[in-house]
């Protein structure tokens, strides 16, 4: 008995919680059918025709431009409004797609996001690295509360990573952070290659007639990656080398490199009328060692600058870095 109470009284608390949460200060009713329905006069019974049919949406999904989802609602199984559709509604590109330099941007926003007949674009790496700016043009006349259409071109350099996000900012003149607002569009970028060389080594190819080690660039092997295509080659080939990923295949012929080295990296690249600078960071003095192991270093970054042919000569910073 005591038991019987305790559920009935669980009961009486959740069905007064629905209550509260659906109905406010109207009363709310459950049909046979399983739906809630708000009866505005509690001195009144509730007419049988208030519950109607059961309203079962189709379980399909809307895409909006900040990359959410949202589903249909009853009773009329509209699609729920997406973040800031309100106030902005992006066309092109979007959310997820995959886009590349020019990129044509289109839309639609209410007036009050302009100032001037425009508003500022910009478009991020995956890390955070602005990559360049626009400007939106509006389509026609923007001084109202409608929609306008708008429309802009954004050139931007090819990144190294696959990810994006575009960000469409209201234009704020006042500068009060309060009046800011922007809506964020995650992309992916079309990524183009181009092959280039790594040069690893390989012992067996660097001995004398005697069977001896040379330790010469003679025993470097060309090993055939695919790169982004992206401004910086020359650089992206070396840091890619420094990480010394060496496929099962290419360790079954022989070839081997020491690197990486813990604590090196490139810093930075300038090419010059034919010659290049390479800045590196070392900072657990990895490439000191004796002359053979330093030279071979030395060897196969240097190999692998020399592929590009605006590069005739190559040197290293600090300076007496791969020293024996």
């Not at 690893?200 to 330790?215: E, F, I, Q």
């Given at each position: 008995m005591k038991k019987t109470?305790i ?9 007064l919680g629905l209550?509260?949460?659906?109905g406010?200060?109207?009363d709310?009713w459950i049909?046979?059918n399983g739906?809630w329905v708000?009866h505005?006069n509690?001195?009144q019974a ?6 109607g ?6 379980m399909?999904?809307?895409?909006c ?6 589903s249909?609602?009853a009773?009329?199984?509209d699609?729920?409004?997406c ?5 902005i509604?992006?066309?092109s ?14 839309g639609q926003?209410?007036g009050y996001?302009f100032?001037?007949a425009s508003?500022?674009?910009k478009i991020?790496?995956a890390?955070?690295?602005l990559?360049?700016?626009a400007?939106a043009?509006a389509?026609s006349?923007?001084m109202?509360?409608?929609?306008v259409?708008?429309s802009?071109e954004?050139e931007?350099?090819s ?11 209201k234009?704020n ?22 092959k280039?060389n ?6 067996d190819?660097?001995?004398d ?9 003679d025993?470097?092997?060309?090993v055939e990656?695919e790169?982004?295509?992206?401004q910086t ?5 070396i ?6 990923k060496?496929t099962e ?7 081997s490199?020491e690197?990486p080295?813990?604590?090196f ?6 090419l010059?009328?034919?010659?290049l600078?390479l800045e590196f960071?070392d ?9 053979c192991?330093?030279g071979i270093l030395?060897s ?6 020399k592929q590009?042919s605006?590069?005739d000569?190559?040197?290293?910073l600090?300076?007496?870095?791969f020293?024996p």
């Amino acid at each position: 008995m005591k038991k019987t109470l305790i559920i009935a009284f669980i009961l009486v608390v959740v069905c007064l919680g629905l209550r509260f949460i659906l109905g406010g200060s109207e009363d709310t009713w459950i049909c046979d059918n399983g739906q809630w329905v708000k009866h505005g006069n509690p001195s009144q019974a509730m007419p049988e025709e208030s519950c109607g049919e059961l309203v079962v949406c189709t379980m399909d999904a809307k895409l909006c431009s900040d990359g959410a989802y949202v589903s249909r609602l009853a009773p009329n199984c509209d699609f729920a409004v997406c973040p800031k559709e309100d106030l902005i509604q992006v066309d092109s590109p979007k959310a997820n797609e995959i886009i590349s330099s020019p990129l044509t941007i289109s839309g639609q926003a209410r007036g009050y996001w302009f100032f001037e007949a425009s508003f500022p674009i910009k478009i991020f790496d995956a890390n955070g690295n602005l990559l360049a700016t626009a400007i939106a043009q509006a389509q026609s006349d923007w001084m109202t509360e409608d929609f306008v259409p708008f429309s802009a071109e954004l050139e931007f350099v090819s990144p190294s990573t696959e990810e994006g996000v575009l960000v469409l900012e209201k234009d704020n003149p006042s500068g009060l952070s309060e009046n800011d607002n922007e809506i964020k569009i995650p992309v992916l970028f079309n990524k183009e290659t181009r092959k280039i060389n790594l040069y690893y080594y390989n012992v067996d190819k660097d001995k004398d007639n005697s069977g001896n080690v040379k330790c010469s660039a003679d025993g470097l092997v060309a090993v055939e990656r695919e790169i982004a295509l992206t401004q910086t080659p020359i650089q992206d080939a070396i840091k890619l080398l420094l990480e010394g990923k060496i496929t099962e295949e290419e360790k079954s012929q022989g070839i081997s490199s020491e690197y990486p080295l813990a604590g090196f990296s490139l810093k930075g690249a300038l090419l010059k009328d034919g010659d290049l600078t390479l800045e590196f960071i070392d900072s657990q003095g990895k490439t000191t060692g004796g002359s053979c192991r330093v030279g071979i270093l030395w060897s196969q970054i240097e190999a692998t600058a020399k592929q590009f042919s605006e590069v005739d000569q190559v040197k290293f910073l600090p300076e007496d870095i791969f020293q024996p």
